[in-house]
């Protein structure tokens, strides 16, 4: 046991007694390396001036550090007694509880003496009041142009297959019209807590208004390798889901996505459960618990007559793993899996249907880091597949008694990317969806739908880590419901961010 730091003198501290001895041994080792080059001073004189002068200089370096570590170590004791009898003077100030006659003081444990004397050397805990808030804001505007005569957002609302609406309103428009546009201003706050939570949100702000991409808190201390995250939460299945738009590839998401889940991923509000398994290579488990509030895939009507379902409706699991193959490559493969409620509505019709929608998925991406400055030689391949299967068996109203509404559709995309200088890359992709396209609805019966897919070609220049150049041009072939139409497109975007930005994921 050590004797309270309060009652006794702070030379005989076993801290103090530590550092004395640890600066004795240091100075000790550096004067037997200087003394053994010493040693070695008169033979080098025989081998030439070069020589003569070389261990000359060594030995002056090894007397200035030994000199620098003197004094460094002589000011860490000073301010190691000062603090010792700081700690010491404190009780004077401060009411002890009195200790009955004859009763002997209580003993001070090992761990509690060194725990006294290091907290006073120790920073305290962030309480909330002091945590550090990151700020940053992304402007993202953009000039495009397609020669279509009422917009390639339009032609990809009305894809044979995918353009149904909901109660009878028009979906909320994400289009870019020829001409500059201002994606968004994405206003990002982030911020450790305490030692126990991390806290994060992301703000979309256009002409239209507000709405909030992410809002999380995260817990950062549970055992076992497990992380909880609640609030508003962009989900862990795929590539791109998890990533906000000023970090993309390429201007656009792909069309699976757009049609699958729309122009913000899937961003629910639920919690998130994820484990890092303790595996020598990268293994990751996730699992989700969201209400189920996403207009394209998990959607619920409004409509009077329709079911109701409390929420949560919308259930997820995901898997993530990549062997260690290097300091130059990384692999990473992923699968995904969502069980939820969705409802279609027909206001036109009176008429509605209510079931299931399952989504199966798969990814993958390799990247090659060639250690050249400013990413030449970088190369990034990478690609996601998603099925998608509705069952909607509970048909409302004048579709009481149709037959059911089923949907088996998927969609892909496969893109690569290559930094050919310093701070510029230059990328294709391919994307498709409507392989499997077969649609049974109460008013057609069974259809089978054609695809659609486009070829993209971008060109990029990272000025820095906080502004980017990049030009995008691509050719469509789209499966409507008025027949097949094809489109150009071309857009030049300029994006940049100021302020304090985290990380971004792998």
């Known amino acids: 046991m050590f004797p309270c730091p309060h009652t006794q003198d702070v030379s005989a501290h076993p801290i103090f007694h530590y550092m004395k001895n640890t600066c004795s041994r240091t100075r000790a080792l550096v004067a037997g390396a200087a003394f053994s080059l010493s040693a ?104 495009y142009h397609d020669d279509t005569s009422e917009g390639v957002s339009h032609l990809k609302e009305h894809l044979r297959g995918f353009g149904h609406r909901h109660d009878g309103q028009e979906d909320h428009h994400h289009g870019s019209e020829n001409g500059f546009n201002l994606r968004h201003v994405e206003l990002s706050l982030s911020a450790e807590v305490d030692p126990y939570f991390r806290a994060w949100t992301t703000v979309a702000v256009d002409e239209d208004g507000a709405e909030f991409e992410e809002a999380v808190l995260q817990t950062t201390s549970l055992p076992y390798g497990l992380t909880l995250s609640g609030g508003k939460i962009k989900s862990g299945i795929g590539r791109i889901n998890r990533q906000h738009s000023h970090n993309w590839d390429f201007w656009d998401q ?109 990814d993958f991406v390799y990247k090659y880091d060639a250690k050249r400055s400013h990413g030449e030689g970088d190369f990034i391949l990478q690609g996601e597949y998603f099925y998608r299967d509705q069952d909607l068996d509970d048909p409302v109203g004048a579709w009481r008694d149709l037959p059911a509404w089923t949907m088996r559709q998927d969609g892909y995309y496969v893109q690569g990317l290559y930094g050919f200088l310093p701070c510029w890359r230059t990328g294709l992709r391919w994307d498709q969806v409507g392989l499997i396209n077969d649609v049974q609805n109460p008013e057609e019966g069974d259809i089978s739908c054609g695809d659609s897919y486009r070829l993209a070609a971008m060109l990029d220049w990272k000025l820095s880590e906080f502004s980017l150049l990049r030009f995008q041009a691509g050719h469509g072939w789209y499966a409507t419901e008025d027949g097949r139409e094809d489109a150009w497109e071309c857009a030049l975007q300029w994006q940049v961010t100021f302020g304090e930005h985290g990380a971004h994921d792998f």
């Open 40 to 143: 070695a001073w008169a033979p080098a004189q025989t081998g030439g001036d070069a020589r003569y002068q070389k261990l000359e200089d060594e030995v002056r370096a090894l007397r200035q550090q030994m000199t620098t570590m003197q004094e460094q170590h002589s000011r860490e004791m000073a301010e190691l007694k000062a603090l010792f009898q700081k700690q010491a003077a404190a009780p004077a100030d401060t009411p002890q509880t009195p200790i009955a006659q004859g009763a002997a003081a209580p003993a001070t444990s090992l761990y509690e003496s060194i725990k006294q004397s290091a907290e006073v050397l120790v920073p305290q805990s962030v309480d909330g009041k002091n945590a550090d808030l990151d700020l940053s804001v992304v402007l993202d505007m953009y000039f």
């Open 254 to 362: 792909p069309l699976v996505y757009d049609l699958f889940f729309g122009a913000h991923g899937l961003s629910e509000k639920g919690v998130q459960l994820t484990w890092l398994a303790p595996t020598p290579f990268y293994l990751l488990f996730g699992t989700e618990v969201f209400n189920g509030d996403n207009e394209h895939s998990f959607s619920m009507s409004d409509a009077d007559n329709m079911p109701q379902h409390d929420a949560p409706r919308l259930y997820t699991a995901f898997m993530k793993t990549g062997p260690d193959l290097g300091p130059n490559n990384a692999l990473q493969f992923g699968l995904s899996a969502l069980s939820g409620r969705h409802q279609v509505w027909d206001e036109d019709e009176d008429a509605g249907a209510d079931g299931h929608a399952r989504i199966f998925g798969t």
